[in-house]
């Protein structure tokens, strides 16, 4: 099955923006890109999910160019309550989900 | 309150000894599925279950066992767990089946197996 690719970790200060990036060489025409953030000790949570271009929320965006094999997920000004473990999921219509391995994200003061 | 509910969050058991992890939705969900995260490899799928009385296996069902005999349960059941299955178990649901169906996701069972 296809499957994504994310850097294991980042680091990042307070204030900054963040980008993580994730590559889904094997995207199919009907899957979406979406992100979930996980903090310890809960269950990852829904951020941001887009198909193409630019999605935009209170919380971060999205960027899928226009070949969709990767994706951007942008943080602005990112504060220590942002540490977390992200993950990118790659998927359409199909019940079996593949999540990877995410990317922890350790911000600094 | 809308959420995904999962009994024991905490489990400390023996080997060979069965148990079942519950997970219950009250979202009238049809989705639901049974994740297991370990340390470097990330969140990974046990099974899933798209209605009543449909499951399938996701990417590492070895071990394991479901049932959905209702919409808003779907306990996982380890009929004799050996210490490979040490782990931090996740339920979760969507309103359909589909990755671009947001999946919400219980608060976790942590199990260990000795």
């Known amino acids: 099955l296809a499957k994504t690719t994310q850097p294991i970790s980042m680091d990042s200060y307070e204030g900054q923006e963040v980008n993580i990036t994730c590559s889904h060489n094997n995207i199919a025409t009907n899957d979406y890109i979406t992100w979930y953030q996980q903090f310890p000790s809960q269950g990852p949570r829904f951020i941001i999910q887009?198909?193409?271009t630019k999605v935009t929320n209170e919380v971060a965006s999205l960027f899928i160019p226009a070949d969709r094999k990767s994706s951007t997920l942008s943080l602005p000004r990112v504060s220590l309550s942002d540490t977390a473990v992200y993950y990118c999921l790659m998927a359409g219509n199909t019940g079996k989900l593949i999540f990877g391995q995410g990317t922890t994200l350790q911000v600094k003061p | 309150e809308a959420q995904v509910t999962q009994n024991p969050r905490y489990l400390i058991t023996v080997t060979g000894k069965k148990l079942t992890v519950t997970c219950s939705q009250n979202m009238n969900h049809e989705y639901m599925s049974w994740y297991r995260q370990d340390p470097g490899l990330g969140l990974r799928q046990i099974y899933y279950s798209m209605n009543v009385e449909v499951t399938d296996k996701g990417d590492v069902p070895e071990g394991y066992k479901v049932s959905r005999k209702e919409k808003r349960n779907f306990p996982l059941i380890l009929e004799s767990p050996s210490p490979n299955q040490t782990s931090l178990y996740f339920c979760?649901?969507?309103?359909?089946?589909?990755?671009?169906?947001?999946?919400?996701f219980g608060p976790g069972t942590r199990l260990t197996v000795l």
């Open positions: 979760a649901s969507s309103l359909i089946y589909g990755g671009h169906n947001e999946q919400f």
């Open positions: 887009g198909y193409k």
